[in-house]
């Protein structure tokens, strides 16, 4: 396991974690090891994300830089967005997600990297994006006032809801029951079967970072140096601790084997690892924490296996309801949810779906279908004359 951060000084920092040996009465500590620091960029790091073998970084330089995590070398580049990066998100090994400033999105195959898709998503910048954890919608929102819904299955928009101000933070639940929207230091929480707002935390300073801690409780971070635990159903803030020195930067939590963890990222330049204890209204505890000397921008966190992860989070909820086909031609409004034109909804047969996940056959599988039906049309037809023959 490694803690990855990008600072305005252009570099990647990467840091090994291991426990050390526990002992008698004494709480779990964590060793930081400095593992490697990439400098491929040109300007500030905007965005990191990690799947099971590469870290990749995006950049006001407007590109995106991969790195191979088993042979810790650089992998190459992605430039096909003109402005800075703003977002990125892996969806499994197959598939990279990145938005930028230009307003597209872009659908990268994560094997050849090769990009599969480019969408004008936003009339302003992307600001983030978040994927639905079943992989069959995602949403974004940017500097238009909008918040998009985007049907992953057949590649195509599905919902706009208009919103009275710019909004740059979206994040769905561990099982997609919900999602939460940021606008400076109010955060919305939506519920998917509604698609309405069903209440608003807010926090005493500008949001800058949020993550799931659960299904309803929410960790948030904003320009001061406390980190907060809200309770998206009761919207009650249920602890706060101070994490750092200076303005949090950035959030990330995942599971492993007896440890539920939160990681930090702070303008001071330490990265923390805090133990979350089983019950949320108590502060983490501290396992280990390290020293970049550098202006810390984004985090994110690599597992070298997926096996690592303690998979105890129930199964996604299905959002059938986005999923299904709409009638040609409606357009309905739920309050400012508005849903795309005709034309928009109607999928191209060519097309794949934005994740490459379609239930259409493929072109190579149209063509063998074609074949087997040419041969046993000349094999018909060599009977036929057959009989003709025996019976002359």
Known sequence: MELVAGCY??????FSVHPEPKASGDHQKWTPVADFTHHAHT?????????????????????IHIYDM?????????????GTITCLKFHGNRHLISGAEDGLICVWDAKKWECLKSIKAHKGHVTFLSIHPSGKLALSVGTDKTLRTWNLVEGRSAFIKNIKQNAHIVEWSPRGEKYVVVILNKIDVYHLDTAAVSGTITNEKRVSSVTFL???????AGDEEVVRFFDTDSLMCLCEFKAHENRVKDLFSFEIPEHHVIVTASSDGFIKMWKLAQDKKVPPSLLCEVNTNARLTCLGVWLDSVTDMKES?????????????????SKKESGDAVQEEARQSKP???????TGVSEKPTKGSSLVAAKKRKVGEILEKKRKKKKIRVMQ
Do not use: Y
């Open 70 to 82: 088993k042979k810790k070398i650089d992998h190459g580049a992605l430039v096909h967005h003109n």
């Open 214 to 220: 659960s299904e309803s409780i929410l960790a948030v």
């Open 313 to 329: 989070l129930p199964p996604a909820a299905e959002p059938s309801a986005v999923s299904k086909e709409q009638p040609k031609g």
């Open 348 to 354: 191209n047969t060519k097309e794949r779906g934005l």
């Open 9 to 14: 000084e252009q570099v990647l920092f990467g």
């Open 43 to 63: 300007a500030s790091l905007s965005a990191v994300a990690a799947n099971s073998r590469f870290v990749v970084t995006g950049s006001k330089d407007e590109t």
